[in-house]
């Protein structure tokens, strides 16, 4: 069945994001597939921060070793062939933006390699096949297993779709099918999950592209397992010896770590480790949708709200906590010690496009953007080398010193001991095309949820094409060209940043139907839709339950948060301050950090005290100037302190 | 020698400290012997909590099998027998300020326990003497041998002083003959020290009570050789077996947990256990006096500085991170996540009251008047029988979900596994007639540090009395009768908090010479010296590099810190703030809380916000009141949220 609605063709021509996906094809993969098949080392660096330092990959011998091609133990973390997965799900994407007949080739290489690694009966887990096949599924809290078959699962299907590459599927179709006969309601299958969500988005995803039940009826099942008595994890647990766990300090983990201490239905607070419950909403939410689940839909929309309205920073970024690398609570959003980890922004946006996909409302679109410009985007270094694992929303060089914030870092490493997030941001990159629209046939519209330049063919041939200088100037011109007989209901996301929007329709004023921060027109023939987004400096306050961010601002531009960084601000960050008398003005500076508008304040304040505690008449003031870069940019020029949260004075 | 300016028959009259003084007496001092004689069980309490949770103590039960009068094992940490020494040594004191015959007699049945327990050789640790008697003296990194030790050489001398009892002192004297036969420069003595000083000041205190100058120059050795290479824990650590270390996790800390990264002359930053760095700090003030040592003094005036002007909370609780129970770094100040142990204020006037010692000025009276109201008072409930260890400056219910803050607790628990705060606090409130004046008999003057009603005679017969009604009330009251011949040079601390004081002399106002915070003048004959403080409420601002209270104010009035408490201040106190508007007013409560001054806030805004992030003028505003309490009374009623430091609002 043609859709006729259903987007096709699309390119990116947004010159912020072309390049990106540029640094993506020609920097960022060839980096990671040198360190992951270990033709390179890793720069050396500390120990102490998030995703730790690490000697060496070994990804991809560990799939040779379990091929038969080398021998040798499993190094690495337990689930470190998804490091190889990913890339290859970067590869895939990448390839649509900037095809690449050598990179194809190693990749399919790489596909032809994991086949061979493959199990007969589709199991593919490295290190149980090499170091302790008898434990298969046996340690399923701790083991990854489903997790790394999933995130094949997803590369698989992406891969298949990108270049045709029937053997990347049928590997996915193998190991869920491994999958659905060890694991499901019938007797004598297992009756459990695994400690790590991530199956359930990729079967879901395995069902789009298959359209075979059996997947989507298993997705289902995992999301509705979980959570459920008698405690799965406890249980198995139990039969195996202790010395035998890949971690065993995780048996004590609370329950709440792996979100499965009830339910989802149950569910009303993100607890425990952020990408966990993230991967399992989103697949809850697919799964929900698919299935029409209204239950399970609420669910995941209470979460998305607790999430979004009680646990995010203000730069897209959740996860408060390294111990665990968990959410908290509601309010509870310390800048300096925030955890905030790359790919749980990652999973914010898979996400929210989820929940959109079900409610259509502005509200996903606002997160993803947020995510895609700030959150996520942080992740990775201008130079495509070089990466977060965790996201300080405030640092300087004391941090160091408090173990609540040692696991921040100053710098971007090139690699880590657990390499998740640095293809988590790539292949989010590589596949942002598909975060820029959604569409819905049945009722005939498209709706531009990401205001990113592009070229786009619907399926019923009505051409679109977006131009905008997004995220620096605020106009976004939407040329359509529509076939005769043809009509278009067009949509389009206003950004919640934007205070004041108007639109024109062939250069004359109109006005557009809004409902939920989503604007609509019908289209019937050729027009030129202009869009007019204010992009005035915004002064950002946070609920005032957030202690962190009392009497402090965050500045914004459009989709930028920005920051300040100790090279345009010299002294000790925690002495600036902005007044009511402060001037703001912003400026593009080509030259800077690939192009960015940055931010100037006049009449700011660099406060001193000799005392610790004194009176307000005590601190000495005298003026200064602030200069503020978009917070993606920050640590891509001199170390240095940084913040976002910017304190009020008084006066 | 008779010295001429020695305080003797000091009598405290305060009726502030008369109370406590009395709760220590009747109800501490009978409560903790019925826990450390495991008479009563402690109420059962979270074992999540700074000190643990308690099931039984052994520390009586542990000295009576190291005697040979109970069989079996040692129960509870290493150095459980400090839990009765501290409790020996409250019992000294106490007995000075309310004789209590029966009190007496069971404290010299402890004596005479202790010294059954104590080997022919003068060593005592229960738990190596009943169960590791071969590692006597090898694990000193972490075995806290002179640390139980000093402690009760600290007890000893004390019960001596107070009752006369000889055996008491004879026991710390053997005990410190022990630890001198094994450890100090000559050949064939461990080269070394203990993880956790204490021994220092003990050996200091008994040199003062002997005048033995073995016990100096073995507390200068041990204040000498810490922290100087070759590094004497890794060697001892290094011939032990790991699984036989009594905490395996603390080869793994770092030197600065132990303060012994360098020695004391090249330190210039307090870092690590807090406890720790102040009793060496306090020991090593005290040898540098004794010795006249000019670079040790300089040193612990450095590390003075440093903390109280850069690592102190504003209710001089100190160390700010549970893990490690230490300091972090400069201007690092969250106070969600404190910990603020009691040991550590409770510490912290020992080492204020040693550098007062060697240095008149008014900055150690003034640390000591702020942790005696606050930071170490808060230690203690009211009734005497429930005990901080970990003091919060901030707390919600939603603390419990942070781990950064999962050592705080809304409520003082009965006893800990670790129950070394209980007795600190009562011990310091037992002796607090040693804080009050400081003397010098070449100078011929006395100092009032302290301003606490009391009557005191010194050596040459002249007598002074101090009536006041502070903390509530500014006028110093102070009558001197001066026998005919004698002169006396009288100083009094001016407290920093009270910013025009003024003196009457015989009802005639006159001007005092004023140096470094302390007030001059001689005195020939009787006379009333009339002192008159400022007690108005004062805004308390914090250095703006301390991020934490960026934007914020603590109030206080006189030696006070104040505090809001739920109970108070319903709803979320992140809520609350004030503004420029607010008015203050105080009035005195005689029936709350055993009589304190309230401070009223009024025209105090409740802040709401629907959404996470937004603008300023989204902010709903409400007119409040606010009332607020000493912090060291909070936790005294219902349970709930508290926090000292008040959001001030932009308008």
Chains 1, 2 share one sequence.
């Not at 799900?89 to 990179?103: F, G, M, Q």
């Not at 997790?147 to 891969?159: K, L, P, Q």
């Not at 389009?492 to 921060?517: C, Y």
């Amino acid at each position: 069945m043609v859709e006729n609605f259903k987007i096709r063709q699309l390119k990116i021509t947004s010159p912020f994001w072309q390049r990106y996906q540029k640094m993506v094809a020609q920097k960022a993969i060839p980096f990671q597939w040198k360190m992951i098949s270990d033709q390179e080392k890793p720069e050396v660096t500390s120990t102490t921060v998030a995703g730790g330092a690490s000697d060496t990959s070994s990804a991809i011998n560990n799939l040779k070793i379990a091929a038969g091609k080398l021998k040798g133990h499993h190094h690495g973390m337990i689930f470190q062939d998804t490091d190889v997965y990913k890339w290859l799900e970067t590869v895939a994407y990448s390839l649509k933006n900037y095809p690449d007949e050598k990179l194809k080739q190693l990749a399919d290489q790489v596909v032809d390699l994991i086949a061979d690694a493959q199990a007969p009966d589709g199991y593919l887990s490295t290190r149980y096949q090499i170091d302790t096949p008898n434990l298969k599924f046996q340690q399923l809290q701790q083991s990854h297993e489903l997790y790394s078959m999933g995130h094949y699962i997803e590369a698989g299907v992406a891969y298949y779709q990108s270049t045709g590459n029937k053997a990347a599927l049928t590997i996915a179709e193998k190991m869920a099918d491994c999958i659905a006969n060890n694991f499901g309601q019938e007797n004598g299958k297992i009756h459990g999950y695994d400690g790590h969500p991530e199956i359930e988005m990729a079967l879901a995803k395995l069902y789009d592209c298959t359209q075979n039940k059996k997947y989507l009826t298993l997705a289902d099942y995992f999301v509705k397992i979980r959570g459920t008595e008698p405690d799965f994890f406890s249980q198995q647990n139990a039969k195996n010896d202790l010395k035998d766990d890949p971690f065993p300090d995780m048996r004590q983990a609370k329950d709440n770590y792996f979100f499965d201490d009830r339910p989802l239905k149950d569910e009303k607070m993100a607890q425990g480790h952020a990408v966990r419950v993230l991967y399992y909403l989103t697949g809850a939410a697919h799964v929900a949708r698919l299935t029409n689940d209204k239950e399970l839909l609420a669910a995941t929309k209470r979460l998305w709200q607790d999430i979004t309205q009680r646990q995010m920073y203000v730069t897209g970024n959740v996860g408060q906590t390294a111990v665990g690398e968990a959410f908290t609570c509601d309010y509870d959003l310390p800048n300096r010690t925030d955890y905030g980890e790359t790919c749980a922004s990652v999973a914010m946006t898979m996400f929210a496009k989820q929940m959109l996909a079900s409610d259509l409302s502005g509200q996903y679109g606002d997160v993803i953007e947020r995510e895609l410009y700030n959150g996520a985007l942080a992740g990775i270094s201008l130079d495509g080398e070089h990466y977060f694992y965790a996201n300080p929303l405030e640092i300087d060089e004391n941090s160091q010193f408090n173990p609540a914030s040692s696991h921040l870092s100053m710098r971007r490493l090139s690699w880590f001991s657990c390499a998740c997030c640095p293809a988590n941001i790539t292949r989010l990159i590589a596949s942002l095309s598909k975060y820029i629209y959604d569409y819905n046939d049945k009722d005939k519209y498209i709706l531009l949820d990401q205001l990113i330049s592009n070229q786009v063919e619907l399926g019923n041939g009505i051409k679109v094409e977006v131009k905008s200088d997004l995220p620096w100037q605020g106009t976004v011109k939407i040329h359509f060209s529509i076939p005769a007989g043809e009509e278009l209901n067009f949509k389009v996301r206003i950004p919640s940043w934007s205070e004041q929007t108007s639109f024109k329709l062939n250069n004359h004023e109109i006005k557009m139907a809004i409902t939920d921060g989503i604007a609509s027109c019908t289209i019937a023939e050729d027009a030129e839709l202009e869009m007019n987004l204010d992009l005035s400096v915004r002064q950002i306050t946070a609920n005032p339950l957030v202690v962190a961010d009392q009497g402090k601002v965050a500045f914004s531009r459009g989709p930028i948060i920005y920051c300040a960084e100790e090279v345009d601000n010299p002294g000790n960050y925690a002495a600036y301050s902005i007044s009511n008398n402060s001037k703001l003005s912003s400026e593009f500076e080509s030259n800077l950090l690939g192009g960015v508008t940055t931010l100037q304040v006049d009449n700011a304040q660099y406060s001193e005290m000799d005392k610790l505690y004194s009176k307000q008449a005590d601190v000495k003031k005298q003026k200064t100037t602030m200069k503020l870069i978009p917070y993606y940019a920050w640590a891509n020029r001199e170390k240095g302190s940084m913040h976002v949260w910017i304190r009020q004075s008084e006066d």
